[in-house]
């Protein structure tokens, strides 16, 4: 039984290790082929290894292709990402708190209608949505993103919210009214410090989500001056017939390093959230 079991577990390993190489794969690649010389480098061989290390595709691919630098399009994408993500917590976690714990009239309807918008494509929302945003002067900035955070735009993260409140025993905001708790205070000293796995979840995704961007920052942002990183990697390969992927490549490594350290440094809160939101209630 010892030995069978053992073999088991080693055959487990080795299909997790096999699993992790296929999935790490792209990075490697692009890691080490943003360490090339040139295309020829990079495409004229199937090994990782460059045959000349050299840092030129992050020197001048960091200089961009015009007036403007890859640290002025980091700049952007944190000025859109982070309001973005801070406004949708907090009006997420308000409005979530409402549907989980209070009785108010249409309260059962205005839930199942916003769980209906969870069924709208994408592509059926976004010319209404120009035709809005344009009417109140906000294309060509960053309005079109943060201002629906801050109204709870997204029903997927108030789901979320109300699962996770709903596992939360409403004895402790029973005992904690008996000692004389607003609703506010109930909030934020008792249900906010045990919905962190919760709230850390709908940071990381809508981080992503903002941080990766292209479709949306494309059809409503339309100066180089304000482009995000998504925008600006596509404007590098339209510059010339003759791209120098080196550049590109490690561009792209590091615009999604903040996605990576985020994912990692939050990974227990976010597996944690996944894992027990909607077990309960």
């Known amino acids: 039984m010892t030995l069978s079991r ?14 992790g190489l296929v999935v790490v794969y792209p990075l490697l690649w692009l890691l080490f082929s943003s360490f090339k010389v040139d295309n020829s480098d990079i495409f004229g061989s199937l090994s990782f290894w460059p045959r000349k290390w050299t840092p030129e595709g992050y020197l001048q691919g960091w200089k961009g292709t015009g007036q403007y630098d890859f640290g002025r399009f980091f700049v952007n994408s944190l000025a859109l990402t982070l309001p973005t993500v801070v406004l949708t917590i907090v009006s997420s976690v308000v409005v979530g708190y409402g549907f989980a714990r209070f009785d108010f009239p249409l309260r059962k309807p205005l839930f199942a209608v916003m769980i209906a918008t969870l ?46 409140f709903r596992g939360i025993p409403k004895e402790l905001d029973e005992s904690a009214k008996m000692d004389g708790c607003s609703s506010w205070r109930i909030l934020t000293h008792i249900l906010l410090p045990n919905a962190k796995p919760a709230i850390f979840s709908i940071g990381i995704f809508q981080f ?15 100066s180089t001056e304000k482009f995000p ?3 600006a990697l596509r404007m590098a390969l339209d510059t010339s017939t003759a791209i ?22 939050a990974q227990k809160y976010f597996v944690e959230g996944v894992a027990t939101t909607g077990l309960k209630g």
């Open 208 to 222: 992503l989500w903002t941080w990766n961007d292209f479709f949306n920052a494309m059809i409503f942002i339309n």
């Open 119 to 164: 069924m709208l494509p994408g592509a059926v929302l976004i010319i209404p949505r120009y035709i809005l945003f344009t009417g109140f002067g906000w294309i060509n900035s960053y309005w079109p993103f943060i201002v629906p955070a801050a109204f709870a735009g997204s029903a997927f993260f108030i789901f979320l919210m109300v699962q996770f």
């Open 229 to 231: 990183l998504p925008l």
């Open 6 to 19: 053992s073999l088991r577990s080693a055959g487990y390993t080795l299909l997790l290790v096999a699993v």
């Open 244 to 265: 120098a992927w080196n550049q590109v490549l490690a561009m792209s490594l590091v615009t999604i390093l903040p996605c990576v350290l985020l994912f990692f440094l």
